[in-house]
């Protein structure tokens, strides 16, 4: 087969995202299918700037973490074949660690994120930006407004590590950090 345009590639890894996600909710109350989530982050890299593959990255960034209990778990491998090493280095760089506890693996996301590529850095920082406009309009059931508090905090301690990589897309994780913290003051 002749190599796929742009578009194609993207759409097929729409796709084999929504495939892997297709049983998966965001952890909101609105219960919103997931795979919005990695469109939403794919959206804001394209509509700032970000590279093909990051974009591509996007869509595909919480593909193997979250199939870890599949029948047919995504393996980084698997995504190097369809998708190239970039695509999948990206995603693999998207991905904590699950055998480490939470609070060492929210700590890891602020230590690595300054030493990231500058892909990374935008995919991970549009990854934040999709996550605090959820913490503000759909709060996980059972998240009381101390814990939206930390991880709006945590969020904005990790981001600031990622920035640099994409003017644009640092003054948009800015305005949505502070307009989920004058949610949360509000909400106090
Ligand atoms: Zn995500």
């Known amino acids: 087969m002749d190599q796929p345009t742009p578009t194609a590639r993207l759409l097929r890894a729409a ?10 909710r965001r952890k909101g109350d609105a219960a919103e299918p997931y795979v919005n989530h990695v469109l939403e982050v794919a959206q ?14 996007g869509l ?20 190097v074949a369809e998708f190239g090493a970039e695509v999948a280095g990206l995603v693999a760089e998207a ?14 996301q602020v230590r690595h994120a300054a030493g990231r590529s500058p892909a990374a850095k935008m995919l991970k920082l549009a990854d934040k930006i999709a996550n605090l406009r959820a913490i503000a309009a759909s709060p996980p059931a059972g998240w009381d407004h101390a814990r939206r508090v930390e991880y709006v905090g945590w969020a904005g301690r990790v981001a600031g590590g990622l920035k640099g990589a994409n003017p644009a897309l640092d003054a948009l994780f800015e305005t949505t950090y502070r307009a989920a913290i004058a949610a949360l003051a509000a909400e106090a």
């Open 15 to 24: 796709v084999f995202a929504a495939r892997v996600h297709a049983g998966h």
């Open 44 to 57: 804001i890299l394209a509509e700032h700037g970000a590279p093909e593959d990051a974009i591509l990255a």
């Open 60 to 79: 595909l960034h919480d593909t193997v973490e979250d199939s870890d209990r599949d029948p047919d778990p995504i393996t980084h491998d698997r995504l």
């Open 95 to 108: 991905t904590d660690d699950k055998s480490l506890p939470k609070e060492a693996r929210k700590a890891l």
